[in-house]
T-cell receptor
Framework: NAGVTQTPKFRILKIGQSMTLQCTQD?????MYWYRQDPGMGLKLIYY???????DKGEVPNGYNVSRSTTEDFPLRLELAAPSQTSVYFC??????????????FGEGSRLTVL | RKEVEQDPGPFNVPEGATVAFNCTYS??????FFWYRQDCRKEPKLLMS???SGNEDGRFTAQLNRASQYISLLIRDSKLSDSATYLC??????????????FGQGTTLQVKP
């Protein structure tokens, strides 16, 4: 079972470049999330979605955009990359909202470096 | 003050030892609590939920103290394979009721032979 799949796994960007991190899940989960994890830190919620066509900001949304045109896909876009966006990005999904179960299924992560 | 605080460690223990981690949370409205495990350079995975009455899963015991606003994780008979970072996670119900998971920075455990 694929679960949550993220691409790319690694990427180096120059300041000001843009890119999209792809995330897809095959578990038919309604809820999807994007987190970033800086070294030695906990995960910070960037954006989340409760279903196709619905997205909302998390704790650290500045510099990012998302869309949710299908249940399966939840891409994260960086428009003008900055060194502060160097991080590991995790996409996650859940059957119910995090409020109910706390169980998120994570992708393997995308390591992004902005130079 | 951080919403969820953990001692980052590392905790270095010999195989077979018992080790305990604590985690404190600041929001008294927090509704539910979890421990996640994250191996080096891997994604987090749910280890166990934490129930009000305390709960056990094999060698792992989780406890909640709402009055003092902390949760704990006890690992008995540590194995080399327990070496990982343990993330304390707290859920706060949001206005939309989707909840909001707040992750601690994690406590790193190294079990030595």
């Amino acid at each position: 079972n694929a679960g949550v799949t993220q691409t790319p796994k690694f990427r180096i960007l120059k300041i000001g470049q843009s890119m999209t991190l792809q995330c897809t899940q095959d578990m038919n989960h309604n809820y999807m999330y994007w987190y970033r994890q800086d070294p030695g830190m906990g995960l910070k919620l960037i954006y989340y979605s409760v279903g196709a066509g619905i997205t909302d900001k998390g704790e650290v949304p500045n510099g990012y955009n998302v869309s949710r045109s299908t249940t399966e896909d939840f891409p994260l876009r960086l428009e003008l990359a900055a060194p502060s966006q160097t991080s590991v990005y995790f996409c996650a999904s859940s059957q119910q909202g995090a409020a109910n179960t706390g169980e998120l299924f994570f992708g393997e992560g995308s390591r992004l470096t902005v130079l | 003050r951080k919403e969820v605080e953990q001692d980052p460690g590392p905790f270095n223990v010999p195989e077979g030892a018992t080790v305990a981690f604590n985690c404190t949370y600041s929001n008294s409205a927090s509704q539910s609590f979890f421990w996640y495990r994250q191996d080096c350079r891997k994604e987090p995975k749910l280890l166990m939920s934490v129930y009000s009455s305390g709960n056990e899963d094999g060698r792992f015991t989780a406890q909640l103290n709402r009055a003092s606003q902390y949760i704990s994780l006890l690992i008995r008979d540590s194995k080399l394979s327990d070496s990982a970072t343990y993330l304390c996670v707290v859920n706060i119900y949001g206005s939309s009721n989707t909840g909001k998971l707040i992750f601690g920075q994690g406590t790193t455990l190294q079990v030595k032979p």
